[in-house]
């Protein structure tokens, strides 16, 4: 099955940093999406972006299809952006969203 | 996202009871899942619901028994669990298959 990697595992800012999460996925896909879980458990989904760019505030995705990746940036991140991202990908013909192992975040006042 | 509610948020049980976890969703959307996340270990589909029928059962073991009576309504029946099963279950729902997906607060198992 499809693997998706997401990098890094763990990333530790002070409060106001901007940073850059990876995903990298090794086969096409035609699903895409990001989620932020909270330290208690809630999934919230942040872009569906199986290609292009999207922008929502201080955060915004590319996909580059082609290239098998996708690139989540967090500017001047908050404590409340503390928790874990996850990538999850979907190929065609498939119902089955395939979730990375995720980054944990943490962002300190 | 508050459109899709668990129940009960936290279950304890023993190896031989038998116990159901419930999602709601109040979005009006047609596909319903069920999701598995373990410690140290990434989301794992467990079912999934597309009109009210299943269209994807993921190799999950049949102490685990899903229902979903409708479009709005999605239930997972347990019985005879082992403590490995402990985990959060969390329940999503999305307007059609491969569209975005909304997750609800998750059900925190412990089997002892």
């Known amino acids: 099955g499809i693997q998706v990697e997401q990098s890094p595992p763990d990333l530790i800012l002070q409060e106001g940093a901007n940073s850059t999460l990876r995903c990298n996925f090794s086969d096409s896909v035609n699903n895409l999406q990001w989620f932020h879980q909270n330290p208690w458990g809630q999934l919230i989904n942040l872009f569906y972006?199986?290609?292009g760019t999207k922008q929502n505030g201080r955060l915004s995705a590319t996909t580059v299809a082609t290239e098998r990746y996708s690139l989540l940036y967090i500017s001047s991140s908050q404590t409340t952006d503390s928790g874990v991202y996850f990538c999850a990908v979907c190929q065609g013909g498939s119902e089955k969203l395939v979730f990375g192992k995720g980054t944990k975040l943490t962002v300190n006042p | 996202e508050t459109g899709v509610t668990q129940t009960p948020r936290h279950l304890v049980m023993g190896m031989t009871n038998k116990k159901s976890l419930k999602c709601e969703q109040h979005l009006g959307h047609n596909a319903m899942y069920w999701y598995k996340q373990s410690a140290k270990k990434p989301l794992e589909l467990m079912f999934v619901y597309n009109f009210k029928e299943q269209t994807e059962n993921n190799s999950v073991p049949s102490r685990f028994s899903p229902e979903c009576p409708n479009s709005s309504h999605l239930f997972l029946h347990l019985h005879t669990l082992q403590p490995e099963d402990s985990a959060l279950y969390l329940c999503?729902?999305?307007?059609?298959?491969?569209?975005?997906?909304?997750f609800g607060p998750g059900t925190r198992l412990l089997v002892l």
């Open positions: 972006i199986p290609s």
């Open positions: 999503a729902s999305s307007q059609g298959i491969q569209e975005t997906q909304y």
